[in-house]
């Protein structure tokens, strides 16, 4: 979180524990740039299966610039 930001969202956090409904609208959480990226539900098994076919192809890309 930044410097800036951090002290309000912990106050917020801290409210919304306490049962504030207003304060439980405005609790949020860091989630990054990534976040955009994500466009539907997959399952761990296929995420760890394009994961090894996109590390599979990208060793195939060095191996054959290497050969170059």
Avoid: C, H
Wanted: no cysteine; hydrophobic share 45%.
């Amino acid at each position: 979180m930044g410097a800036v930001s951090e002290p309000a969202i912990q106050l917020i956090n801290k409210a919304a524990q306490n049962g504030n409904p207003q304060a439980r609208e405005l609790v949020t959480y860091f989630v990054g740039q990534g976040v955009g990226l994500v466009t539907g539900i997959k399952s761990a098994t296929t995420v760890v299966q394009e994961f090894k076919e996109e590390f599979a192809e990208a060793v195939g890309d060095v191996l054959a610039f290497a050969e170059a």
